[in-house]
């Protein structure tokens, strides 16, 4: 496959060029390096540094070259600055998203891999695992925007063929450490609390200990960054084969709970990690679980790292990594 991949200099998408170029495919990534970090990029993978929403260039390189899909990656993330910060997350990740793929359609690439968040479904009142079906309840703008660009493609499917992911809690990082999150503003708790143990930070805050749920902290689906790396490849697969548009979550199907993730790193760490309660954060949810039956029926996929001490190694291995560059 050829892909053009924006994002490429970020946190999930550098992981999926790594997959995607240990699988024998070409990649050429747009990344304007507004969050992202050109040290992550590959040596051997063409970049070019721009924004996603540069008509002429973008225009040029999709003339230039034979990209089979589109994977579209580059967005803002951090809910709470989204709550805050309304119209930059609308600007970014919904009109530049929308006038991406519109580049794309009228230079004749218009297969998209999109990347969208659990974040959509909000907070769900059962106990039920949250499958494709569950109705949308978003919580702070940065869900609003991303289903706003979904919603973009539900409503041009005659023009776009496409797969939309909706990932649950990504963290770890790839197992030879050719990346990682770098983010100093991450607010990802297993990203977090290596800083704690990589000596960066001194506690981790808790937002919320009074959630309904068996410790009171609010309760996620952590998927390790490399498995979800791998659903991209087989997404892609399966777009080009089927040619058909699909919606699939991506997650483990298994919940933790802050505190079970705190307890668990401490366990490997020794104690390392300090932690106080505050009072809930806007915008957050009390539990988002995955039902993972729909990626695992139609994507040719299993999970490989679901293992949440590997994934929290991963990521502390990677933390001690940049701390020694940086020294
Ligand atoms: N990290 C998660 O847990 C998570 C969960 C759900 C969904 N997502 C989605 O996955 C995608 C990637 O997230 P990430 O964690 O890798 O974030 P990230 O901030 O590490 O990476 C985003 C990349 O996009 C680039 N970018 C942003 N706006 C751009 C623009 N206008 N033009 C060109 N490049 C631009 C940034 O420079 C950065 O390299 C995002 O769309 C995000 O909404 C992430």
Redesign the pocket.
């Known amino acids: 496959m050829n892909v053009l991949l ?9 992981h999926v060029v790594l997959s995607l170029m240990d699988a024998g495919h070409n990649v050429h990534i ?8 050109e040290s992550i990029i590959p040596k051997n993978v063409k970049f070019t540094n ?4 540069e008509e002429s260039v973008i225009s040029d390189l999709i003339k230039s070259n034979k990209f089979d899909l589109l994977m ?6 951090q809910v709470e600055e989204s709550v805050t910060k309304p119209e930059k997350y609308f600007e ?2 919904t009109y ?1 998203s929308i006038r991406l793929f519109n580049i794309c359609k009228k230079n004749g690439l218009n297969k998209i891999v999109f ?5 959509a479904y909000g907070s769900v009142s059962d106990n039920k695992l949250i499958d494709e079906n569950t109705s949308l309840n978003p919580q702070n703008p ?1 869900a609003e925007s ?1 289903i706003r660009t979904e919603k973009f493609l539900f409503d041009n499917q005659d023009s776009f063929k496409f797969i939309i992911l ?6 770890g990082a790839d197992k030879k450490l050719r990346t990682g ?1 770098i ?1 100093k503003r991450s607010t ?1 708790l297993i990203k977090i609390l290596s800083e704690v143990i990589g000596g960066n930070r001194n506690f981790i805050e808790i937002f919320g200990n009074d959630y309904n749920t068996h410790d009171g902290t609010a309760i996620r689906d952590y998927i390790h960054v490399s498995d979800l790396a791998d659903i991209h490849v087989e997404v892609a697969k399966y777009l080009l084969e089927k040619l058909e548009s699909n919606l699939f979550n991506c997650g483990y199907g298994k919940g933790f709970s802050v505190l079970d993730v705190v307890n668990t790193a401490n366990k490997i760490y020794q104690n390392k990690i300090v932690y106080k309660f505050s009072s809930r954060r806007e915008g957050d949810v009390e539990k988002l679980i995955a039902n993972t039956s729909k990626i695992l029926k139609y994507i040719n996929w299993k999970p490989k790292h679901n293992d949440l001490e590997e994934i929290i190694n991963s990521s502390v291995e990677w933390e001690k990594k940049i701390n020694a560059s940086n020294t």
């Not at 924006?6 to 998408?13: D, E, H, N, Q």
């Not at 721009?50 to 929403?53: A, E, G, R, S, V």
Request: include cysteine; hydrophobic fraction near 30%; aromatic fraction near 14%.
């Open positions: 924006t994002g490429g200099a970020g946190y999930i998408g550098s747009i990344d304007n390096l507004s969050t992202g970090n721009c924004n996603i929403n579209h990656f580059a967005g803002f993330i970014n990740n530049n990347s969208s968040t659990a974040a940065y991303k909706r990932y649950f809690n990504v963290a999150q983010s990802h």
